[in-house]
Nanobody
């Protein structure tokens, strides 16, 4: 059972940058890994995903967010740039051993981080 522990997040102003980290208890270099977010009163939505097959972003964050993985450190990152108030949400990392075309769907993922809050003020 892979355990994911998140760090980072916090309160920033519009236009600022922040990086989230997600440390895995085991090797996840071959896993499909991703980031999702959930704002109050809204459903959990896809942000980004990564596999050796490809890297994927939601249209709302494309060009602003960067997903990266340090295989040696077993850590997943989400670099968030040019933040906007609408990026305010609880962010979650996720992982599953095998690739799936349904990488945008939360139900695809088997392991989840505990979540970390990002708040962007105007």
């Amino acid at each position: 059972q892979v355990r994911l522990v998140q760090s980072g997040g916090g309160s920033v102003q519009s236009g600022d940058s922040i990086t989230l980290a997600c440390a895995a208890s085991d090797k996840i270099s071959t896993y499909l890994v991703g980031w999702f977010r959930q704002a109050p009163g809204k459903e959990r939505e896809f942000v980004s995903a990564m596999h050796w097959i490809g890297t994927y972003y939601a249209d709302s964050v494309k060009g602003r967010f960067i997903i990266a993985r340090d295989n040696a450190a077993k850590t997943l990152y989400l670099e968030m740039n040019s933040l906007k108030p609408e990026d305010t949400a609880m962010y979650y990392c996720a992982a599953v051993p095998q690739y799936s075309d349904a990488y945008r769907t939360a139900a695809t993922y088997q392991h989840w981080g505990q979540g970390t809050q990002v708040t962007v003020s105007a």
